[in-house]
Each structure stands twice: as C-alpha cells, then as structure tokens.
C-alpha cells in the first residue's frame, strides 16, 4: 500500500478519495481506509456507505524495505 500511495504522489495527485460500499461479501474491509490513514469525509447510515480522502502533500510512506520486505515475499510465496 505504501509504494501505491509513494506511487499516487509521485504522479502528482495532489488528494487520494475513496468510497466504501458495503455488500454482503465484503464486511470484513469496512475499515480498511481507516487503518491506511485516509480521513472520513462522509457517511451515510442508512446505505452504509462512506467517503475518504486523503490529501498527498506533506505525506511520507513507508518504504517496503522499512516494512518487512522478507515477511511480504514470504507472505506472497505462501499464497502460490
């Protein structure tokens, strides 16, 4: 995630926006902008679903090796 966000600002977006909708199958990633950092701009209760955003300036990621390059690959290799 961080080498897409790295990869967003690079290419100059200057605000990164998102929508949650939720389903019956994807319960299990109503927090997943959240946990990414991206503020909630708006929801609706009803529907369920929610707007994010995120402005791209003044923003430093992780980089991959700083996360754990080894336990990604190894994370990858487990799933082939």
């Known amino acids: 995630v961080s ?3 790295n990869k967003i600002k ?3 977006i200057k ?3 998102a929508t949650y ?5 994807n319960g299990q990633t109503s927090d997943f902008y959240d946990k990414m950092g991206l503020e909630l701009a708006s929801s609706n209760s009803r529907a369920g679903a929610k707007e994010y955003r995120m402005s791209m ?3 430093k990621f992780e ?9 990604w690959k190894e994370s990858i290799k487990a799933w082939n």
């Open 63 to 71: 980089s991959m090796s700083e996360m754990g390059e080894v336990e």
């Open 21 to 25: 909708l939720p389903t019956a199958k």
């Open 3 to 5: 080498y897409l966000f």
């Open 10 to 12: 690079t290419d100059g």
């Open 57 to 59: 300036e003044n923003k």
């Open 15 to 17: 605000q990164l926006t």
